[in-house]
């Protein structure tokens, strides 16, 4: 079992940024490929960023490409998700996720890729 617990959510104005914690449980941390989603009210779940095991591949889709950024510190047991330049379209429930991954390059971009979720961090963009 992996607990995750997401961090660093928050009311920004656009343009802002903020950063995104989510430490896990797990000791065997470094065997999980780690992913962030988030959830606006009344729309689908949303893949916003993935890293492999050893965080040497990223992956983004387009509408956050240049502006997030994440990464992870496998002796923190802790991924980050850096964003910058928010949008109100940013707007939604961030939650981070663990998928246990064979390959250290690895990465997952569905949902049901990911055994583990966390309880998710409110980010709030303002106009």
């Known amino acids: 079992q992996v607990q995750l617990v997401e961090s660093g959510g928050g009311l920004v104005q656009s343009g802002g940024s903020l950063r995104l914690s989510c430490a896990a449980s797990?000791?065997?941390?470094?065997?999980?490929?780690m992913g962030w989603f988030r959830q606006a009210p009344g729309k689908e779940r949303e893949f916003v960023a993935a890293?492999?095991?050893?965080?040497?591949?990223?992956y983004y889709p387009e509408s956050v490409k240049g502006r997030f950024t994440i990464s992870r510190d496998n002796a923190k047991n802790t991924v980050y998700l850096q964003m910058n330049s928010l949008k109100p379209e940013d707007t939604a429930v961030y939650y981070c996720?663990?998928?246990?991954?064979?390959?250290?390059?690895?990465?997952?971009?569905?949902?049901?890729?990911?055994?583990?979720w966390g309880q998710g961090t409110q980010v709030t963009v303002s106009s």
């Open positions: 797990q000791r065997t941390f470094g065997v999980y490929a």
């Open positions: 996720a663990a998928g246990r991954s064979s390959y250290s390059t690895r990465y997952f971009t569905k949902g049901d890729e990911y055994g583990y």
């Open positions: 890293i492999s095991r050893s965080a040497g591949v990223t």
